[in-house]
């Protein structure tokens, strides 16, 4: 898979370059539908994308400048809120009130557990919280998990494709059951071959592509739909 993705890409640059296009196209089709959307997590994450924006251009300095250790905090900090800010949406979108109070809960524990291990455990040097990222990425791969199972017990008539809570699923349970194996072995990627990390960075990015441009879809889903249905009628008519 890797190699294949270098062969597409070229070289990390590129695929870093064509997941930073797509976040920043991700932002403002956010920002342009985030009126028209009729969910209110949908209308954070704009604030979220913007976010995400600003850190991974900040980062890139960083990067660019060899300033591993401003890097670093930039890059584990952001995980934690990433985490809790998919928990929350999480939250947001199953039916069940006791398991919405429940995924709360457990939001706060997970962060509260993230910040220690970031401080104090894994994340402390040049270190990274992997066992706060593995079992971050369980939580929201359970959360979103339970949403499809709700999804499936219930008649629905709005359909699947016209649900922005279906996009979002989608997109971070792929994305988290993808990068779960590969951020838990992270503090050991000092020790690979360089063409092993680009090939792992290649797949990262290309998982962010993924992941961002289902996000977008989640924002113009009922938008593109109700358009389309509406031209249908009118040519029926």
Known sequence: MPLI?????????????????????????????????QVAYLKTTTFFLLLTVLVEIVGYVFSSKG????NHLLFNNFFCIEFCFYLWIISRIVSNTRLKKLILIINVLFTISFIINNIWGQGKGLGFPSISYAVGSILIIFGGLVYFYELFQKVNDIPLFQQPAFWVCSAIIFYYTATFPVFGLVNFLGAYPRIIRNNIAIFIDVLN?????????????QSIIRKSSQSLSLAVS
């Open 5 to 37: 993705l270098e062969g597409i890409f070229m070289n990390p640059q590129i695929a870093l370059y064509t997941y930073l296009g797509v976040l920043f196209l991700a932002f403002i089709i956010s920002a342009k539908f985030r009126s028209k959307v």
């Open 67 to 70: 300033m591993k250790i401003y």
């Open 209 to 221: 592509i993924f992941l961002y441009s289902l996000l977008s879809i989640a924002f113009v889903c």
